[in-house]
């Protein structure tokens, strides 16, 4: 398959166009139709430069290039119209799920990086139906200007991103490194580095290399239990990244970047929300420059846990709290249409086997 021009760096555009004979005018041109205008066939604007569009006729024509993009396929707000979920159609036929939320006048979208998730995590639903391919980076993009747009049409903006929809960003840590040249690049999208959060299980090299690197995005790690047992029952991919290993590479980021670390835990009824885990979840952590966000789980059809009570949870909090750790509990959202943490994917197989969502919880954004 040729690769697509929605895959190329602000610096990948201009170096290929000059290469091509064409001037830098050009290259920023090409820019500023595909990423500051979001279109998605720059063959559509009628003052293109006839040089740019002699070259890009050849090149789509001559298959060296493509302008291949997801088409949005569904996109659904939910009955508190905070939450919408959109579908996107990759042109292999795959889908992916983008969720657009409003909280207070801020507006977050949640990026899927994956088709399906290698990761296996037994309560997540795109963990449930395993691993369809890593999202290339203009797949990964595609997904910020499908909410772009529909902000737009609102006479709102959007600001903040997170990594937290299908898959496991750090699994696919080029793809996932390039959309984010693309979509901060000042002169594109523009979102702020600091505006952007990553979200992974644990994948030690990948938050090694986050940390070497020094990119300046937010960082989050999934944890949902405090020993290497508890952890390996719901986390599969625990087994290759043990805690103490997690743990390391967890200070190392802190060292090296002066950056905090936002702590994720699902809390699951009588698996992992007693106040003896609150404990050792706060030992586990001693030392770091940590944020703990709890997040009620949002139930799944291959898993049969429930959320925690709300006692249950608060008390966790307080525990947290009083230990020294920054901690919040997480919103509930988009309950009705499937587009809670976890729940991605869910509503396909819901309907597959025959269930409804009802009773289903979602939370997405920190209190
Ligand atoms: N793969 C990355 C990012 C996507 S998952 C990761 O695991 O961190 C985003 C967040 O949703 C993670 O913190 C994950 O643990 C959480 N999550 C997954 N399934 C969930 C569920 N059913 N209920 C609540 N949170 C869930
Ligand atoms: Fe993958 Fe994250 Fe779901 Fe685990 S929680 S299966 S890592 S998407």
Same mark, same amino acid.
């Given at each position: 398959?040729?690769?697509? $021009?929605?895959?190329?760096? %602000?610096?990948?555009?201009?170096?290929? $166009?000059?290469?091509?004979?064409?001037?830098?005018?050009?290259?920023?041109?090409?820019?500023?139709?595909?990423?500051?205008?979001?279109?998605?066939?720059?063959?559509?604007?009628?003052?293109?430069?006839?040089?740019?569009?002699?070259?890009?006729?050849?090149?789509?024509?001559?298959?060296?290039?493509?302008?291949?993009?997801?088409? *949005? #396929?569904s996109d659904v707000p939910s009955s508190d119209?905070?939450t919408r979920k959109?579908?996107?159609?990759? #042109?292999?036929?795959?889908?992916?799920e983008?969720v657009?939320? +409003?909280?207070?006048?801020?507006?977050?979208?949640?990026?899927?990086?994956?088709?399906?998730?290698?990761?296996?995590?037994?309560?997540?639903?795109?963990?449930?139906?395993?691993? =369809?391919?890593?999202?290339?980076?203009?797949?990964?993009?595609?997904?910020?200007?499908?909410? &772009?747009?529909?902000?737009?049409?609102?006479?709102?903006?959007?600001?903040?991103?997170?990594?937290?929809?299908? +898959?496991?960003?750090?699994?696919? @840590?080029?793809?996932?490194?390039?959309?984010?040249?693309?979509?901060?690049?000042?002169?594109?999208?523009?979102?702020?580095?600091?505006?952007?959060?990553?979200?992974?299980?644990? =994948?030690?090299?990948?938050?090694?290399?986050?940390?070497?690197?020094?990119?300046?995005?937010?960082?989050? =790690?999934?944890?949902?239990?405090?020993? /290497?047992?508890?952890?390996?029952?719901? *986390?599969?991919?625990?087994?290759?990244?043990? $805690?103490?290993?997690?743990?390391?590479?967890?200070?190392? @980021?802190?060292?090296?970047?002066?950056?905090?670390? %936002? %702590?994720?835990?699902?809390?699951?009824?009588?698996?992992?929300?007693?106040?003896?885990?609150? &404990?050792? *979840?706060?030992?586990? $952590?001693?030392?770091?420059?940590?944020? =703990?966000?709890?997040?009620?789980?949002?139930? #799944?059809?291959?898993?049969?846990?429930?959320?925690?009570? /709300?006692?249950?949870? /608060?008390? %966790?909090?307080?525990?947290?709290?009083?230990?020294?750790?920054?901690?919040?509990?997480?919103? &509930?959202r988009g309950i009705d249409v499937a587009a809670g943490?976890?729940q991605?994917?869910a509503e396909?197989?819901?309907?597959?086997?025959?269930?409804?969502a009802?009773?289903a919880?979602s939370?997405?954004?920190?209190?």
């Amino acid at each position: 398959m040729p690769p697509s $021009l929605h895959d190329l760096t %602000f610096d990948q555009v201009t170096r290929l $166009l000059t290469e091509e004979g064409l001037r830098p005018a050009h290259a920023k041109t090409l820019w500023n139709t595909l990423q500051y205008r979001s279109m998605t066939d720059p063959l559509a604007r009628p003052d293109l430069a006839p040089p740019l569009r002699r070259w890009l006729e050849q090149a789509l024509s001559g298959g060296a290039w493509t302008l291949d993009t997801p088409a *949005v #396929t569904s996109d659904v707000p939910s009955s508190d119209g905070l939450t919408r979920k959109a579908l996107l159609k990759l #042109t292999d036929a795959q889908e992916i799920e983008t969720v657009i939320m +409003g909280y207070e006048g801020r507006h977050t979208a949640c990026i899927s990086t994956q088709a399906g998730c290698a990761m296996g995590c037994v309560f997540c639903a795109t963990g449930q139906m395993g691993f =369809v391919r890593h999202l290339r980076p203009g797949e990964i993009v595609a997904q910020v200007h499908h909410a &772009r747009r529909v902000l737009a049409d609102e006479g709102k903006h959007l600001r903040n991103l997170v990594f937290m929809g299908m +898959g496991e960003p750090l699994h696919n @840590y080029d793809a996932v490194m390039t959309a984010l040249d693309i979509i901060t690049h000042t002169s594109g999208i523009n979102i702020g580095p600091s505006k952007v959060s990553i979200s992974t299980v644990g =994948v030690v090299p990948g938050i090694r290399r986050l940390a070497e690197e020094g990119r300046p995005y937010n960082l989050a =790690v999934s944890l949902h239990a405090a020993s /290497d047992e508890e952890r390996g029952a719901i *986390v599969p991919a625990n087994a290759k990244w043990p $805690l103490a290993e997690l743990l390391d590479a967890c200070r190392e @980021y802190n060292a090296r970047t002066g950056r905090r670390i %936002f %702590f994720a835990w699902t809390l699951i009824a009588g698996v992992n929300d007693s106040p003896e885990h609150a &404990r050792r *979840v706060a030992a586990l $952590l001693h030392g770091l420059d940590a944020h =703990v966000n709890l997040i009620p789980l949002n139930r #799944t059809p291959g898993y049969a846990g429930e959320e925690s009570a /709300d006692e249950a949870a /608060d008390e %966790f909090h307080r525990i947290l709290q009083s230990a020294g750790f920054p901690c919040t509990i997480r919103q &509930r959202r988009g309950i009705d249409v499937a587009a809670g943490c976890g729940q991605l994917r869910a509503e396909k197989q819901r309907s597959r086997a025959g269930r409804t969502a009802a009773g289903a919880s979602s939370a997405l954004l920190p209190a």
